[in-house]
């Protein structure tokens, strides 16, 4: 795989399982396991597939952080991760299975090096091949390969390490059988069309030898699928009666009622009939259901394929009615209204200090992020009741898909200092809220004053095949993504794309067809661009009032410690007396928040003065903070002092310190020299004469005597700069 060795091996670990590899990489190495419930699971009319990703922080070399010290919730990657297995696996799986089929993929060791994901889409793949888990039916065959695809120095590379992803343009990951490309997933830095499609094609032809290893592998040890399972295929004479008594309803529903609301009611009446007309004691109402659900799949491809008629009566391309509207929360730093069809998404902005970024614990080598994107979908959204719970899958896939789009456009922290936290609600959903949550959250940056490179549009395309036949749909409703073949959402600025995420539902889709969906979403998305640049052409020039203020420092490493002080004591303290929030970086960036700009100057001259070291030559007010026999030490700066010779204190000779001067009494004092220990030596008798660093160093005298030249080390304070704190200087 992109020139390392891909190793499968089963038969050592985990043999109760249906079926088990593990896979690796590298020194990545991951354990999948296959199983099928022996019952179906009663009184559901879907196929229960679960697919989970498991993080082992083992595998890194990391104990957990959390307080019992295991794992708790799989994190927002483990969860992408599982998405991503999930998505290409289930169309291979008999439509009527109703047995519990459960795909467990465990992180056994990981590098830093190889990401994990395509492995695991892979290990997922062979487990199943080689169990008795009926997998691999029509329409599609066999079993899948993955890849990702990378572009560095105008080169696709495949399967690139961490490393070389992060100087690639574009992170393709697809998965498909030999015949068909199941699943995309794409983030780039605005790679045109016709480049993607490239990538798309090579990595289809990547596959090939990951999906001949699984097929070899099951005709050596492959065990017998399991054929026990109870059928619950459609009775074709059940299905001609439904379509006799519904059909010809179902027609006119969709022609005449355009309202999502009003037709899903009309269709909801014509079912309940079909429903009780043709359920007997040997038919059950479910099963005239599914068959109701395909008579009116069949009417919504046929009107679509024969009379390029959708059924809220749009033309293929047309996008349905936009609104936009910023500005809506009076609190939050920025807000986006995006409205498109029935479809309605409200995204607002918050900016953070560094220290609000996201901090990891996961199996990749990112540590921390500062943008984030979350998306909520409440029921309220399509009209419905029920629990509220913790973010789904489908929320937090949703979310990441955004998240990518913006990625690529947003100011590097060097230039835009913030976190950023973005969050779209689905207040109404009729199709595609995950590229309306692009606008809005293009527009919400935009409204809080985020320099944004470009503004971002996203646009869902769909696609319906009958025979030889297809159709290419521009912003896709619910309706129409359900019943469609294909489900291709697809983000960018005007020069190229950011984020694709493709579901594909069929085989044949060619290079030709995705290359025609890719360039009718650009002829949408440059349309969905002008009308949001028609509200906010540019980025606000003010932050919101109540956005906190950044101000970077830049200061020697070696002075961080004095910022600190021992165990942060000094920079609580400039923290406490000022208000303001301080974030120290690598290289020496601090970062100084404050809602107030009066309290960031005043902490910004703080720590100016503990970063200051002394000039020769310049004069100092400070405060006497010692006595010796020998002379006076005079702390001219927070934390760092130096010593006044007793020959120096005075313009005439001084028998005993303790007569010209007090502990605690301010004097002006010049630096007259500072040694290549730091030791500071300062003279008062130079500031009284007038006298240059020069003249008072000549006329300096050094101690003698038991005393030492103990000059300037005060303690362990002198001329150090050691972290004594709390008083502002005086000058």
Request: net charge negative; charged share 25%; hydrophobic share 40%.
């Amino acid at each position: 795989m992109g020139g390392n060795l891909l190793t499968v091996e089963t038969g050592k670990l985990a043999n109760l399982a249906g079926g088990a590899v593990t896979v690796r990489c590298g020194d990545t190495m991951l354990l999948a396991t296959a199983t099928m419930g022996r019952q179906p699971r009663a009184g559901i009319d879907f196929f229960p597939l679960s697919v989970d990703f498991e993080e082992r922080l083992y595998s890194i070399g990391k104990i957990p952080g959390s307080f019992f010290r295991r794992e708790g919730r799989p994190s927002e990657e483990a969860i992408l991760v599982s998405r991503l297995i999930d998505r290409p696996l289930r169309p291979l799986f008999p439509k009527d299975l109703r047995n519990e089929v459960q795909l467990i993929i465990t992180a056994l060791s990981a590098d830093h090096v190889n990401p994990p994901d395509i492995l695991a889409i892979v290990g997922a793949s062979a487990a199943l091949t080689i169990s008795d888990v009926p997998f691999g039916v029509a329409p599609f065959s066999g079993p899948i390969g993955a890849v990702r695809v990378g572009l560095i120095d105008g080169e696709f590379v495949l399967n690139p390490t961490y490393e070389q992803m992060a100087v690639s343009k574009l992170d393709l990951r697809l998965a498909g059988t030999r015949e068909a490309v199941l699943m995309v997933e794409c983030a780039a830095n605005e790679v045109p069309e016709d480049q993607l499609v490239a990538a798309l094609e090579l990595a289809h032809k990547s596959i090939a030898p990951i999906i001949d290893l699984q097929v070899q592998m099951a005709k050596e040890i492959g065990k017998t699928k399991r054929t026990d399972y109870p059928s619950f295929k459609q009775d074709p004479a059940l299905l001609e009666r439904v379509a006799a008594h519904s059909r010809a309803r179902v027609a006119s529903a969709l022609k005449d009622v355009a309202n999502k609301e009003d037709r899903n009611a009309a269709l909801d009446v014509i079912e309940a009939e079909a429903v009780a007309a043709l359920a007997t004691t040997e038919v059950t109402g479910d099963a005239v259901k599914d068959c109701f659900h395909s008579v009116l799949k069949a009417e919504v491809r046929r009107e679509i394929v024969d009379h390029s008629r959708r059924p809220d009566g749009r033309g293929l391309r047309e996008i349905r009615p936009i609104s936009i509207e910023t500005g809506l929360s009076p609190r939050a730093h920025g807000s986006g209204l995006f409205t498109r069809g029935e479809t309605q998404i409200l995204s607002l902005a918050t900016l953070g200090t560094p220290r609000d970024a996201q901090m990891l614990d996961t199996l990749s080598p990112q540590t921390s992020k500062r943008y984030m994107h979350h998306y909520n979908f409440p029921p309220y959204s399509t009209g419905e009741a029920r629990f509220l719970r913790g973010s789904s899958r489908r929320e937090i896939g949703h979310g990441a898909l955004a998240e990518r789009a913006l990625l690529p456009v947003l100011p590097s922290e060097e230039e835009f200092s913030y976190t950023l936290r973005v969050v779209s609600e689905a207040l109404s959903s009729n199709g595609s809220t995950s590229m309306a949550s692009v606008c809005g959250s293009t527009l919400a940056l935009m409204d809080a004053g985020v320099p944004i490179r470009k503004p971002v549009a996203g646009i869902a395309m769909g696609l319906v095949k009958q025979d030889d036949k297809y159709v290419i749909l521009t912003d896709i409703q619910g309706m129409e993504d359900h019943l469609g073949d294909m489900d291709f959402k697809v983000a960018g600025t005007d020069e190229g794309i950011t984020a694709l995420q493709m579901d594909i539902k069929i085989t044949g889709l060619t290079p030709k067809v995705m290359a025609s969906a890719l360039a009718q979403a650009r002829e949408a998305r440059l349309d969905i661009l002008g009308k949001m640049a028609a509200h906010i052409a540019a980025p606000r020039a003010d932050l919101s009032p109540f956005a906190p203020r950044l101000y970077v420092m830049m200061v020697p490493e070696s002075k961080i410690g004095a910022i600190i002080g021992p165990g942060g004591k000094v920079i609580r303290a400039i923290q406490e007396e000022t208000g303001a929030k301080i974030d120290i970086g690598d290289g020496g960036r601090v970062v100084i928040a404050s809602a107030d700009g009066e309290a960031a100057q005043r902490a910004m001259q703080r720590i100016s003065e503990l970063i200051e070291t002394a000039e020769i030559g310049k004069l100092y007010t400070g405060r006497v903070v010692r006595i010796e026999s020998f002379g006076a030490f005079v702390e001219i700066m927070p934390g760092t002092d130096g010593l006044v010779h007793i020959s120096q204190l005075a313009d005439f000779r001084v028998e005993q310190v303790e007569d010209v001067v007090k502990l605690g009494e301010e004097l002006t004092v010049m630096v007259i020299d500072v040694d290549n220990g730091g030791k500071i030596r300062l003279s008062r008798q130079a500031v009284l004469e007038g006298w240059t660093a020069e003249e008072a160093r000549s006329r300096d005298r050094k101690p003698s005597g038991g005393g030492g030249d103990r000059g300037g080390r005060g303690g362990d304070r002198g001329g150090r700069g050691g972290d004594r704190g709390g008083r502002p200087p005086r000058r």
